[in-house]
């Protein structure tokens, strides 16, 4: 394979690939699949049919929000922790 203009040519190229094979999977294996359900529960795959692509700009946004979102959650946690070392030492 030659990436002739972009390298999207590939994303789109394994979008594609992995739609083909979950489609086929679930098509062609459908009595197999049921069988390992019955042993091992689990819920059907879901997927989108077009893969979703950001922009470079939107990504660096994804990851700023997440960041946030990762920050108030340790702090959080601290928060809690603080709470739990400050009622375990008022009741000793």
């Not at 972009?6 to 699949?33: G, Q, R």
């Not at 997440?66 to 922790?81: D, R």
Request: glycine fraction near 2%; include cysteine; proline fraction near 2%.
């Amino acid at each position: 394979m030659e990436i002739k203009k972009h390298y999207c040519e590939v994303m789109d190229i394994v979008d594609k690939l992995f739609v083909t094979m979950f489609d086929s999977l679930n098509a062609s294996c459908k009595k197999e699949l049921e069988a390992i359900g019955r042993q091992y529960p689990f819920e059907p795959l879901k997927y989108l049919r077009k893969t979703l692509w950001l922009t470079f700009q939107e990504d660096v946004q994804m990851f700023k929000v997440l960041e946030a979102l990762h920050f108030m959650m340790l702090l959080v946690v601290e928060v809690c922790s603080v709470v739990r070392r400050t009622a375990l030492s008022n009741s000793a």
